[in-house]
């Protein structure tokens, strides 16, 4: 949601902050724009609608030169997606110039009352206001860039992180967050000084630095070019910086031969599984460790319901962790959408235990959902991918996934870690509170360790999805069926398909099929079933049966040697043989391909589907 670059140093400016935008264009690519100033002084902005190579094809022959810059890549909020309301935005008298993510929810009283004040806009955004806000305090109270953005911010209601050049300053930069990611790469150059580096996430820096600083919320930096950086509140009070070392490779953020990040994203998993559950997962001892619930042994041992919270595929993942915590730890678990969460009053109580399930960290709804939990004094668990993002740093303790950098929009490799740390967190508080045999506490741990493999298996055995997915190109709607365990994959194989092939699709328990559904089948509609042989097989062949007897089209997922439902589909994707609790890591693997080459045979981008972004860090 928005992405934010920034440079000061030795170097030129344009090719870093060109090449971040690149690598943060998941976050928002319907606009994007630059602020340079050169060595004569000259602060320019360059913008323009659609992504960061329509604004490279714009600025083809201008001067792009100076060592000092801030650029951004927008995902629309305020004001539709133009070069009138790209980032940087100017303030009036074209001083400074602004980039943010964010919303200023106070905007418009605050538009008003500048405009009152004689100030004008060009755009419909909330971010030209804060640009003025900060020109207006620079000038009303005869102060320097630094203390009027402090003074701007203290007025502003919302989230923000934000870049901010002077022209009459060209050697410094100012940024600042709250709500919103910003991480300052702290590097060398090859004369020995410091240099900075912004970015909404590590992505744009980790080429020239892995010594990072995470900006906390209401921290103001500066930074200038004698390596000076200093780091205060929003009351003035100075902030010792946290250097910390990027655990992230640049390979990570490459397509490694692949032809989008989606692809090569669904081919990782069965490698960024096996990170995952290193070290956490012992078949010899048949143990697991998590040092989080190690650690906090006392409050699992006394939680009496857990609450799960998450958006979009990640509340996918939480939904088939609940099924396994409360089937193998008799703990009531409740999951819950962060964004109905946050405004509905829940009920929380003192021993309940909140997991905020999310990739990024960023989500703002699941980070406010939290914040809420924190309040009513719960104990807060993060999974995430991201290190260091917001909600693993608000959370009290928490897993890492370490799937690596997920880039493409639509997620998988990070759906299979969420789904397979759930499973570990499932097992590791089981063994606390003894909930399982240990019989099969062993054999669930040994499962376990092999569903990398088994997921590299039914990668190699449905090679041929690319050919058939091309019978849907012209397809206007699916169903995805699931039980059970695979009620969750349903909707996420139907989510999957919808981001990035724009093909309406619903996810469905198979039962309630009767209940609705059933009225939409007939010979145009394919059918998609998980129907692996453990679980519920009996009712589901005969969902399968009610769905063939009105003429749909079954595609079904099944488990390597299952002739009988074979038999009766269009269509098989075949799995090899796992618990019932772990089918969901497998069984979404085709479901995956299969969206990934119908959006290709439509001509999709599917790595940047149309409105969506990654990071939805506005609520
Ligand atoms: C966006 C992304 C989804 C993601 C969701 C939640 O909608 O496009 O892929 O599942 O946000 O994101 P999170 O980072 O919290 O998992």
């Known amino acids: 949601m928005c992405g934010i670059v920034g440079y000061i140093g030795d170097q030129e400016a344009y090719p870093i902050l060109i090449k971040g935008l690149h690598r943060l264009e998941y976050r928002g690519y319907d606009s994007a724009g630059i602020s340079l100033i050169n060595n004569q002084g000259t602060l320019s902005v360059y913008k323009s609608k659609g992504k960061v190579s329509a604004l490279e094809k714009s600025v083809e022959g201008k001067d792009i030169s100076g060592t000092i810059g801030i650029a951004h890549t927008r995902w629309a909020t305020h004001g539709e997606p133009n070069a009138t309301n790209a980032h940087p935005h100017f303030s009036q008298s074209k001083n400074l110039s602004l980039v943010h993510n964010g919303i200023i929810e106070n905007y418009k009283s605050l538009r008003a009352e500048l405009e009152k004040n004689g100030m004008t806009f060009c755009s419909e955004t909330d971010t030209e206001v804060l640009v003025q806000l900060v020109e207006y305090m620079m000038n009303s109270h005869r102060c320097d860039l630094y203390t009027a953005v402090q003074l701007a911010l203290k007025n502003v209601v919302g989230a923000y992180a934000i870049a901010i050049l002077e022209k009459s300053h060209p050697d410094q930069l100012v940024c600042a967050r709250k709500g919103s990611p910003l991480i300052i790469g702290v590097g060398t150059t090859p004369s020995g000084r410091k240099e900075f580096y912004l970015g909404s996430d590590a992505t744009p820096i980790i080429e020239y630095t892995n010594q990072v600083i995470y900006l906390n919320d209401e921290e103001i930096a500066i930074m200038d070019r004698t390596g000076r950086l200093d780091i205060t509140n929003l009351s003035n009070v100075k902030q010792t910086p946290q250097l910390v070392t990027l655990q992230m490779n640049l390979d990570q953020l490459e397509k490694g031969g692949y032809p989008h990040f989606m692809l090569k994203e669904i081919w990782e998993q069965p490698a960024a599984l096996r990170t995952c559950i290193r070290g956490r997962l012992n078949v010899v001892d048949k143990d697991v460790l998590l040092s989080g619930i190690i650690d906090h042994k006392d409050k699992f041992l ?20 609940k099924y396994f915590i409360e089937e193998a730890c008799k703990i009531p678990v409740e999951v819950e959408y962060a964004s109905e969460f946050r405004y509905r009053n829940p009920v929380i109580l003192p021993d309940d235990i909140v997991i905020a399930v999310s990739q990024s960290g960023e989500t703002a709804d699941t980070l406010a959902a939290i914040q809420l939990a924190k309040e009513h004094g719960a104990f807060l668990y993060g999974i995430c991918n991201v290190i260091g993002s917001s909600i693993a740093r608000a959370t009290h303790t928490g897993t890492y996934l370490h799937v690596g950098p997920e880039i493409g929009v ?146 079904s997922v099944v488990t390597q040697g299952d002739e009988v439902v074979r038999n009766m589909s269009d269509y098989s994707f075949i799995i090899p043989d796992t618990r019932d609790c772990f089918v969901p890591m497998l069984a979404v693997i085709p479901l995956q391909l299969l969206s990934y080459y119908v959006a290709i045979s439509k001509g999709r981008n599917v790595d940047q589907p149309r409105n969506l972004a990654k990071s939805v860090t506005v609520e």
């Open 302 to 321: 006394k939680c009496r319901r857990i609450i799960i919270c998450a958006c979009g595929t990640s509340w996918h993942s939480a939904l088939i962790g």
């Open 410 to 555: 639509a997620s998988t490799k990070a759906f299979t870690g969420q789904v397979i740390t759930l499973c570990l967190l499932g097992l590791a508080i089981a063994k606390e509170k003894k909930t399982l045999p240990d019989e099969l506490f062993h054999i669930l741990v040994d499962e376990l360790q092999q569903i990398p493999d088994k997921m590299q298996w039914t990668l190699e055995n449905n090679k041929d999805i690319d050919k058939f997915a091309q019978m849907f190109t012209y397809c206007k709607n699916f169903i995805y069926l699931g039980r059970g365990y695979n009620y969750p994959v349903a909707l996420e194989g139907a989510l999957k398909l919808k981001e990035i092939s724009y093909i309406h699709a619903e996810g469905y328990p198979a039962a309630e099929m009767k209940h609705g559904p059933i009225a939409l089948i007939d010979e145009e509609m394919p059918v998609v079933v998980i129907a692996p042989k453990h679980g519920m097989y009996e009712k589901i062949v005969s969902n399968i049966q009610e769905i063939k007897s009105r003429k749909g089209k079954i595609i």
